[in-house]
């Protein structure tokens, strides 16, 4: 496996589409406290949702640390989602290289490498989202092995071959799949692993619900048909190894979101999607051939 060294940068923009910069100007613009509280327990910031059965002790006790209880809580709830993610990435050693793609503040990427002690480039065409994870590594004392680019996850310029394992969590609604997997099939190494956790359209429901429509305007996103990731895996040499349902599991997370201070509004529109099976949340694992 190739494993020439990439320097962190945001020196240069990469190629995007007008749609893509509308992502990269809401991102740059974004300070959503739902995304920087959550992060400030620890110091992981994440940009996804959680599972797990909530702790709803945390509602009660004395009023004025509710707050900060609730907080510690759903972070908890997010960390368990990272967590479940690493697990599938496969046996990473400490000299591997991976690719955290859309990569968000860069919680993703350090969960990765401390778990695995391995290198791990994430990308963003966010330029605000690449220098916070950038203060973030250099925070937690691993800049020299975490690195955060500049880059369109559709066309990194990264060598072929040159990833054990890529993943996305809850970045694919923002481009095309068929262009993505050809991507990461060129990045992977034979035998490496791909992981995603996405939110999807139920194909058997029909067209996208109400539900899932409001939520691809709240986030500027395209949402994908739950079959359009196994098409597209299939014609990129992407075998599917593993596919869990985490619907069930993620919807705690949003009944506690809901009673919170972080609440935004959103989370009404996605529990009824979650319960009117036209929305999903699953993780797809898959390894390169």
């Known amino acids: 496996m190739t494993t020439t060294a990439h320097r962190g940068s945001a020196a240069s ?9 509308s992502v990269a100007d809401y991102w740059n613009q974004e300070r959503n406290a739902v995304n920087l509280r959550l992060g400030e327990v620890d110091g992981f910031y994440h940009h996804h949702y959680g599972i797990g059965d909530v702790d709803w002790s945390v509602l009660e006790g004395p009023a004025d640390t509710r707050d900060e209880r609730t907080i510690a809580e759903l972070h908890r709830l997010e960390c368990a989602q990272a967590d479940f993610l690493a697990d599938r990435l496969d046996a990473i050693a ?3 290289r991976l690719l955290d793609s859309g990569c968000g503040r860069g919680g993703g990427s350090l969960v990765a490498n401390k778990r695995f002690g391995c290198h791990v480039d994430g990308i963003s065409i966010s330029e605000a989202q690449v220098a916070f994870a950038t203060e973030q590594a250099k925070k937690h004392g691993v800049d020299d092995r975490v690195r955060f680019h500049l880059k369109n996850m559709l066309d ?10 890529i993943w996305n969590n809850e970045s694919t609604m923002y481009v095309d799949l068929s262009t993505l997997f050809a991507e990461y099939a060129r990045l992977l190494a034979r035998g490496g692993r791909y992981v995603t956790i996405t939110g999807c359209y139920n194909d058997t429901y029909g067209l996208p619900s109400r539900e899932v429509s409001t939520i691809n305007a709240h986030y500027i996103c395209g949402i994908h048909p739950r079959s359009a990731y196994f098409r597209e895996m299939a014609n990129n040499r992407l075998v599917p190894s593993a596919v869990v349902d985490l619907t069930a599991a993620t919807i705690p997370y949003w009944e506690l979101r809901a009673r919170s201070s972080l609440a935004t509004g959103i989370e009404d529109t996605f529990l009824t999607a979650y319960r009117n099976g036209s929305f999903q949340y699953l993780l797809i694992a898959a390894d390169r051939v």
């Not at 990194?156 to 394992?165: D, I, K, L, Q």
């Open 94 to 96: 400490p000299d591997d």
């Open 156 to 165: 990194t310029g990264f060598g072929t071959g040159s990833y054990r394992a």
């Open 13 to 21: 923009a990469p190629a995007i589409s007008p749609y893509q910069k």
